[in-house]
Nanobody, 116 residues
Framework: VQLQASGGGLVQAGGSLRLSCAAS????????MAWYRQAPGKPRELVAS???????NYAASVKGRFTISGDNDKGTVYLQMNSLKTEDTAVYYC???????????WGQGTLVTVSS
């Protein structure tokens, strides 16, 4: 399984971006999907996740501003980011989990830069 992320870019504080991630290959056993981010000098952190039942989970820092959505049948996951803040600047990575093997698959990362 390979993941291709897109949608990053430069945006002013208060603006919006939508990240997309599409999986190719064998996606029949993908269940959980998520977005992580890593800012310079900081560890990678979970931003949002969604399971095959549609239940979502958000980091406290993005709750109410970001929305994750996904389609397990198509192997796609999205992250709508509104009211962006400078502290949201990071490389964002999509992640999908194969429930059969426990394998984690990662996208290549897409850079989001929020200017003041």
């Amino acid at each position: 399984v390979q993941l291709q992320a897109s949608g990053g870019g430069l945006v002013q504080a208060g603006g919006s971006l939508r990240l997309s991630c599409a999986a190719s290959g064998s996606i029949l056993t993908i269940n959980d999907m998520a977005w992580y981010r890593q800012a310079p000098g900081k560890p990678r952190e979970l931003v949002a996740s969604i399971d095959s039942g549609g239940d979502t989970n958000y980091a406290a820092s993005v709750k109410g501003r970001f929305t994750i959505s996904g389609d397990n049948d198509k192997g796609t996951v999205y992250l709508q980011m509104n009211s962006l803040k400078t502290e949201d600047t990071a490389v964002y990575y999509c992640n999908m989990v194969d429930f059969l093997t426990g394998s984690h698959y990662w996208g290549q990362g897409t850079l989001v830069t929020v200017s003041s």
